[in-house]
């Protein structure tokens, strides 16, 4: 059975960091893209981040310059690389697998406030 699990919200101050993690169990992960996406309360799914089997990866302009993505096939996992944090990226982060099937983990929230 294949499982994805998000890791590492919080609460964090305008201007802090916060890297997030996401790990793949029952599957190679090494295979397959990652995305990255958020929805803020009350808004629509958005794209964030994504990265390729090879590790290209694209941002989204909002967030270009602030966050980066990067994988670690060995381990099953990918990480959100946030800094510069915003009140604007208040949101809940999830990761997706894009495999044929195409997993979501339930996401983590990040809150940026002071």
């Known amino acids: 059975q294949v499982r994805i699990e998000e890791s590492g919200g919080g609460l964090v101050q305008p201007g802090g960091s916060l890297t997030l993690s996401c790990a793949a169990w029952?599957?190679?992960?090494?295979?397959?893209?990652w995305h990255w996406y958020r929805q803020a309360p009350g808004k629509q799914r958005d794209f964030v981040a994504r990265?390729?089997?090879?590790?290209?990866?694209n941002i989204t302009d909002s967030v270009k310059g602030r966050f980066t993505v990067s994988r670690d096939n060995a381990k099953n996992t990918v990480n959100l690389q946030m800094s510069d944090l915003k009140p604007d990226d208040t949101a809940v982060y999830y990761c997706?697998?894009?495999?044929?099937?195409?997993?979501w983990g339930r996401g983590t929230q990040v809150t940026v406030s002071s």
């Open positions: 997706n697998l894009l495999s044929p099937v195409g997993y």
């Open positions: 029952g599957i190679n992960a090494g295979l397959y893209p």
């Open positions: 990265i390729t089997v090879s590790g290209y990866t």
